[in-house]
């Protein structure tokens, strides 16, 4: 009796709120409509297979063919492996230039610091395929800047021609989406060092914390989330990578598929190339099992590593 | 340009149009097609001379942008909206079209006798029963040098392989010239231009890939493995870098000068008239010894073929036989030099790079690339996979023997040839 009443009461106190729904309803359907429902239109046409002009099921043939037929697990597993030493050259080069230029920019001595944050940041707006273009030039052999300055310092015997190299051109690729992207983290560790107080910065100086020591023991430990979100940023990306690859090397990311990653190999499995007739199924398999990587990573990091960062609330 | 030029059409269609009411039999035939590049040459030389025959039939070329083709033309065709004539892609792409029943049979069309069995094979059934598009056009794959450097260094025109080896080593020893330009960036410079140019001659043409198709002979066999090592001997000749070298980078090192031969192929010429401040000839893949029969790649390149579902196929048959007549041939030919004529009798030809290479017609047995018919329908492809591995070898990176085992082992994963 009395419970009833404490919940009758407890509806009258809080009537349903539309609005909510109604404020929530746009980025919904659009996100609905353009990303859950692909997604899972995705993960069925892998479940299917193109037999004599109809779509036939055949439950996770098309993976047992992905992984146990070699003319597909061989090139799988070579992108997968490219990808990965894609991911680390990004994580090892990307992020802590990314951290180093933020640290420089934070600098209250360092003048012109404006006109750095935009020029480093330029490249990061810049479409793939100018960037692609625009570095394949530089590193040609025949026409590039890049043996021209070398010789310039006397180095020219250093110069290969780097994307023509099974050894070097996946390297050389990493860098220039380095090169391209290191903005991001740039801009992201920028404000993150901007919003820690003043008042932890002078309690350290008082205690006789000052320069590097400062920089190791107060900025980074607070910093460390922003450097988690990077990371996770640098790993989706990374993974669905696919645009300077196709820009710089073709689709068959040459030479030697030394260069293929999931985003190329997906994409002559999907769309075909020259001669090869595409197969959307076997495409779609490759795509579901990239969303599997992406989301393994993600959660991986949601459940591992967020949930063991310190935070500071000031 | 472009709005102009789309006015200009709009008018004529409309013009075209009231005519049609007025004179109410005139039949307008409309043709599909991803040459844009080709529009003035139909406007202005092609459809008014075949109009100028056969009054009362109209002729639209409608072109649409190469990229979007295939997908364009499969949705019009599903939707009855496609032209009663359809410019064919070579092999699977047309094969395809006309087991769904988009295109006509053809086989016995007149004037479909003008053409070799070889260049019927693009647009034919597996069985080569049936044909469903006439050919138009083919390429010539061969080496056109720059002939004031050839004058220059006092060079000969190689008809043997050792003859073109000394020669490369006298333009290398000379050192003005980059001996040839060909990069391995783009891979199919290497298995195109290299490997499909240079193969016949080791292959022997037809026979060598008609035994491939049948199972007979094997890619890891001594005629398919040899062009591999020639291949593999090319890469001292390169230019610097050549790993990084792409297609245009290729084309501009001969056009520029720098280089003194370009493995070719023949639609090139009209690019190289344009850009080339040199005298330029010509040369077919160098054979073995004097006096051996020498084979080109002459590849089957564009085809047109019949709407199944258009409404005057009696108009539209009309016009094939006269795409298969030689005075089509003449036209073409002589408007895109470089793009000839699959017709027998012989076409005159103006330009005399686009002359030479079709004289080797006479002298050489002609053939296609061996990997595009029935080859390359599995995975791992074929063609991709030669592309690859061209590349790998004249990079060093592989021996002509490895890369042949591994196109072999790719094609004998799914490739069964019929017994």
Known sequence: ?314 | MTTKLLTALLLGTSILGTTGMALAEDVTLNIESWRGDDLTIWKDKLIPAFEAKNPGIKVVFAPSAPTEYDAALGAKLAAGSAGDLITCRPFDKSLELFKKGNLADLSSLPGMENFSPVAKSAWQTDDGKSSFCVPMASVIHGFIYNKDAFDKLGLKVPTTRDEFFAVLDKIKADGTYIPMAMGTKDLWEAATMGYQNIGPNYWKGEDGRAALIKGEQKLTDKDWVAPYEELAKWKPYLGDGFEAQTYPDSQNLFTLGRAAIYPAGSWEIGLFNTQAQFKMGAFPPPVEKAGDTCYISDHTDIGMGLNAASKHAEEAKKFLSWVASPDFATIYANALPGFFSLNSSPVKMEDPLAQEFVSWRGKCKSTIRSTYQILSRGTPNLENETWVESANVINGTDTPEAAAKKLQTGLDSWYKPAK
């Open chain 1, 1 to 314: 009796m009395a419970t009833e009443l404490m919940a009758a009461e407890t509806r009258a106190k809080r009537p349903i709120r539309w609005h909510v729904g109604v404020f929530l309803a746009p980025a919904v359907l659009v996100y609905t409509a353009f990303m859950i429902l692909p997604l899972f239109g995705t993960l069925q046409l892998s479940l299917f297979r193109n037999i004599e002009q109809s779509q036939v099921f055949v439950g996770l043939g098309n993976f047992r063919t992905l992984f146990g037929d070699p003319n597909w697990s061989v090139n799988f597993w070579n992108a997968l492996r490219n990808n990965v030493w894609f991911f680390i050259i990004h994580m090892l080069v990307q992020n802590p230039i990314g951290v180093l230029l933020a640290a420089l920019l934070s600098s209250p001595r360092l003048r012109f610091a404006a006109f750095y944050r935009t020029a480093i940041f330029v490249p990061t707006i810049l479409s793939f395929v100018i960037v692609g273009f625009a570095w394949k030039l530089i590193l040609s052999p025949l026409w590039g800047v890049a043996p021209h300055l070398l010789d310039f310092v006397g180095l020219k015997s250093l110069f290969t021609p780097w994307l023509g190299k099974e050894q070097y051109a996946l390297t050389a690729l990493s860098l220039v989406s380095v090169w391209q992207f290191v903005g991001i983290p740039m801009m992201l560790i920028y404000a993150a060092l901007l919003s820690i107080p003043d008042e932890v910065i002078e309690a350290a100086e008082c205690d006789g914390v000052t320069g590097m020591a400062q920089f190791w023991k107060i900025k980074l430990p607070l910093i460390l989330p922003s450097i988690g979100i990077i990371s996770i940023l640098t790993f989706v990306g990374n993974f669905n990578a696919f645009d300077l690859i196709y820009t710089a090397q073709g689709a068959l990311a040459g030479p030697n598929y030394s260069t293929d990653i999931l985003g190329t190999f997906l994409y002559r499995a999907f769309f075909g190339f020259q001669l090869q007739v595409g197969d959307p199924n076997m495409g779609a398999a490759i795509a579901t099992i990239m969303f599997l990587i992406i989301l393994a990573g993600v959660c991986v990091y949601l459940f591992l590593v967020q949930t063991r960062l310190r935070r500071y609330q000031f």
